[in-house]
């Protein structure tokens, strides 16, 4: 299939020279899906795209109720050390895609935040001085641990023109299987000084008794918006009071009033934290006809996307950002 071989080349292309990794796949994987689809219809998923339409990243539209963040395959469990990790909530072939999704580029400091990505063509930290050079992931994304050098069973292929991205399988992987990847940009980061100890051991975990998976966004579709850019619509209907979608947050050492795209995250608007799942690509709403609520559980970093009323299959959620009236990154929505 068209995925297996996108993926088996960008495997090879890792497994050569992890240094520079992501942007040699994102080049290399670009050009040849687009001399294949050149070629014949590509069929993706039942629906057949245009000529040259990227495997994952054609438009909602042409893909009915696909999302453009998908994570589904994915389970997030608290481990018996009470860690959190990302776990296979299905059993993945070789070249299989396991998670795909959306980048938000933010002002961050990631030498010393571990919970952004390096989204940079040149991806080396010691260049990554520019402030988008760094970005936070949808889904699942910031939850994967590391393993060292041939030890993951996972790798990001990076999208920087469109600020997508695809994790897929290096090697079968049943179904519990923790999920790891190498991160890229270990080598120069500080933060991830204590992972380059020589001879380090990758630890296996494993999902603690009766665990339920954290993070649940399958209720809801990302898709292309009316405004230009991504909003959150309703896979089925809701009823006032269920539960649209939940997951857990990662704390980051941001500056909110700069970055729209993170959450107050304390009482006293000096925390930031940016969220699993769809959860950073709901719009708001400036006149009351929000029709979900973000109910943030400070002491556990986990939230739920609550419907405020009935709510159509199709219908677009929002919710009213709750620091709207003070934030500098909302001045514009004013």
Same mark, same amino acid.
């Given at each position: 299939s068209l995925q297996a071989l996108f993926a088996s080349q960008a495997r090879d292309a890792v497994s050569e020279r992890h240094e520079g990794m992501c942007a040699q796949v994102a080049r290399t994987a670009w050009r040849r899906r687009l001399a294949l689809c050149a070629e014949r219809p590509c069929r993706l998923?039942?629906?057949?795209?245009?000529?040259?339409?990227?495997?994952?990243?054609?438009?909602?539209?042409?893909?009915?109720?696909?999302? =453009?963040?998908?994570? +589904?395959?994915?389970?997030?469990?608290?481990? *018996?050390?009470?860690?959190?990790?990302?776990?296979?909530?299905?059993?993945?072939?070789?070249?299989?895609?396991?998670?795909?999704? @959306?980048?938000?580029?933010?002002?961050?400091?990631?030498?010393?935040?571990?919970?952004?990505?390096?989204?940079?063509?040149?991806?080396?930290?010691?260049? *990554?001085?520019?402030?988008?050079?760094?970005?936070?992931?949808?889904?699942? +994304?910031?939850?994967?641990?590391?393993?060292?050098?041939?030890?993951?069973?996972?790798?990001? *292929?990076?999208?920087?023109?469109?600020?997508?991205?695809?994790?897929?399988?290096?090697?079968? @992987?049943?179904?519990?299987?923790?999920?790891?990847? =190498?991160?890229?940009?270990?080598?120069?980061?500080?933060?991830?000084?204590? =992972?380059?100890?020589?001879?380090?051991?990758? =630890?296996?975990?494993?999902?603690?008794?009766?665990?339920?998976?954290?993070?649940?966004?399958?209720?809801?579709?990302?898709?292309?918006?009316?405004h230009g850019g991504v909003g959150v619509y309703a896979r089925q209907p809701f009823r006032r009071g269920d539960v649209v979608e939940r997951g857990l947050v990662r704390r980051l050492p941001v500056d909110g009033h700069r970055c729209p795209w993170i959450f107050t995250w304390s009482e006293d608007r000096s925390v930031w934290a940016t969220g699993s799942g769809c959860l950073n690509f709901y719009n708001t709403a400036l006149d009351g006809s929000e029709n979900a609520e973000v109910r943030r559980h400070f002491d556990k970093d986990a939230f739920e996307v609550v419907a405020r009323r009935d709510i159509d299959e199709g219908e677009e959620l929002t919710h009213l950002y709750q620091s709207i009236e003070w934030r500098g990154g909302f001045s514009s929505l004013k």
């Open positions: 998923g039942g629906v057949t795209t245009a000529a040259g339409a990227p495997r994952g990243l054609a438009s909602a539209a042409a893909q009915g109720a696909a999302s =453009l963040i998908d994570c +589904s395959k994915v389970s997030m469990h608290r481990d *018996a050390f009470g860690s959190i990790g990302a776990f296979a909530a299905a059993s993945f072939r070789k070249g299989d895609l396991v998670e795909r999704g @959306i980048m938000r580029r933010l002002e961050a400091d990631g030498h010393e935040c571990p919970h952004v990505f390096l989204w940079s063509p040149e991806m080396r930290g010691e260049a *990554a001085a520019d402030d988008d050079a760094w970005a936070i992931g949808s889904g699942c +994304s910031v939850f994967y641990g590391t393993a060292p050098e041939g030890a993951a069973n996972t790798e990001m *292929a990076r999208f920087f023109d469109r600020d997508v991205f695809e994790i897929y399988a290096l090697r079968d @992987i049943p179904v519990g299987e923790e999920l790891t990847h =190498l991160y890229t940009g270990l080598p120069p980061r500080r933060c991830f000084e204590e =992972l380059r100890t020589p001879g380090r051991v990758a =630890l296996r975990r494993t999902p603690a008794e009766s665990s339920a998976n954290l993070v649940d966004c399958s209720k809801v579709v990302a898709r292309p918006d009316s």
